[in-house]
Nanobody, 122 residues
Framework: VQLQASGGGLVQAGGSLRLSCAAS????????MAWFRQAPGKDRVFVAA????????YYADSVNGRFTISRDNAKSTVYLQMNRLKPEDTAVYYC????????????????WGQGTQVTVSS
């Protein structure tokens, strides 16, 4: 499975961005999907995840209530709507696909996109 993340950019604090992750898999519904992020000098951390059907979603405490993950299996695309952005959200955002149950752990994901930069200015 190849994943292509897009939608990053520079935005002021309080603004919004929507990230997209297009997958090459025709049966995206076979994969749990997630977003992780990595800030400069820090480890990659969990942001959000969605189950295969889209019926269950999970968020890191730091983004809960501001970010929304969703998926369109017919379009083989996963989205991350990010609202009320803060400077601490600045990072490279990665989408990931996993064959097993949805997880907050990066090791559970088998395929990774190349990342898209999100920069939030104060």
């Amino acid at each position: 499975v190849q994943l292509q993340a897009s939608g990053g950019g520079l935005v002021q604090a309080g603004g919004s961005l929507r990230l997209s992750c297009a997958a090459s898999a025709r049966t995206l519904s076979s994969y749990a999907m997630a977003w992780f992020r990595q800030a400069p000098g820090k480890d990659r951390v969990f942001v959000a995840a969605v189950s295969r059907s889209g019926s269950s979603t999970y968020y890191a405490d730091s983004v809960n209530g501001r970010f929304t993950i969703s998926r369109d299996n017919a379009k083989s695309t996963v989205y991350l709507q990010m609202n009320r952005l803060k400077p601490e959200d600045t990072a490279v955002y990665y989408c990931a696909a996993g064959l097993y149950q949805v997880s907050r752990t990066s090791k559970e994901y088998d395929y990774w996109g190349q990342g898209t930069q999100v920069t939030v200015s104060s």
